[in-house]
C-alpha cells in the first residue's frame, strides 16, 4: 500500500484545525479534537495521521475486506 502524502494542516487563530489533502478540505477540527490531533500528528508521521483523521487511508483493501466470509452475516 503506498504510503499517504499531499496532506497539510493549518492552526487557526480560534484553534480551530483545518486539514487539506491538495487543495480540498479534507478535516475542520475544534476543541478537543483539535488539541489530540496536533499532539499526535507532533508524536507520529504527519502524513499517516492526517490520513487516519481524514479517513483516506482506506486505500484498496475494501473490496477485499467487503467480500471475506467472517462479513457476511
Known amino acids: 500500500m503506498p504510503r499517504p ?3 497539510s494542516y ?3 487563530g480560534d484553534g480551530t484545525v483545518v486539514v487539506t ?3 480540498r478540505t479534507a478535516a475542520l477540527l475544534r476543541g478537543e479534537r483539535a488539541e489530540r490531533f496536533l499532539e499526535e500528528v507532533e508524536r ?3 502524513q499517516l495521521v492526517m490520513a ?3 479517513g483516506d487511508y482506506k486505500r484498496g483493501n475494501e473490496r477485499t ?3 471475506h466470509p467472517r ?3
Open 5 to 7: 502524502h499531499g496532506f
Open 10 to 12: 493549518r492552526r487557526r
Open 21 to 23: 489533502h491538495g487543495a
Open 44 to 46: 507520529g508521521d504527519a
Open 52 to 54: 487516519r483523521w481524514t
Open 65 to 67: 475486506a467487503r467480500d
Open 71 to 73: 462479513n457476511h452475516g
